[in-house]
């Protein structure tokens, strides 16, 4: 199984809607991040389906380390700062389909 790409340095919050069925994505390739976008193909990772119970805000993982997926269980704090930007595709804040609450740090 490939180490997934660190897609951010932290979490993503965003607010989910109860009974709908979301992707997290696994491998940090996605350019919807935290959601699956399809860009894992080709690799042995897959995304992570979850269905919240009700409505509100999730703090979901960015680093892909995660112990409980898909969200932050605050493993990012122990990890080697990195220029993430170097090897992911950035997208901006508010891009259709994007749920970053803020735009992700350069
Ligand atoms: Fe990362 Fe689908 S794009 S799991
Ligand atoms: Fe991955 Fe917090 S962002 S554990």
């Given amino acids: 199984m490939p180490d997934p790409l660190r897609a951010q340095q932290g979490p993503s919050r965003v607010e989910l ?3 709908r069925t979301y992707f997290w994505c696994s491998c940090g390739r996605s350019k919807r991040q935290p959601f699956c976008d399809g ?9 992570a389906r979850f269905t919240p119970g009700e409505d509100g805000e999730a703090v979901l993982c960015g ?12 493993t990012h704090n122990r990890l ?3 220029d993430a930007s170097a ?4 997208h901006e804040a508010g891009e259709a389909g994007c749920l970053h609450l803020s735009a992700p740090k350069s």
Avoid at 39 to 47: D, K
């Fill in 17 to 19: 809607k109860a009974r």
């Fill in 39 to 47: 860009s894992h193909a080709g690799t042995e990772l897959t995304p």
């Fill in 63 to 74: 680093c892909k380390r995660t112990g409980t997926r898909p969200f932050c269980d605050g």
């Fill in 80 to 82: 080697a700062v990195t």
């Fill in 87 to 90: 090897s992911i595709p950035q």
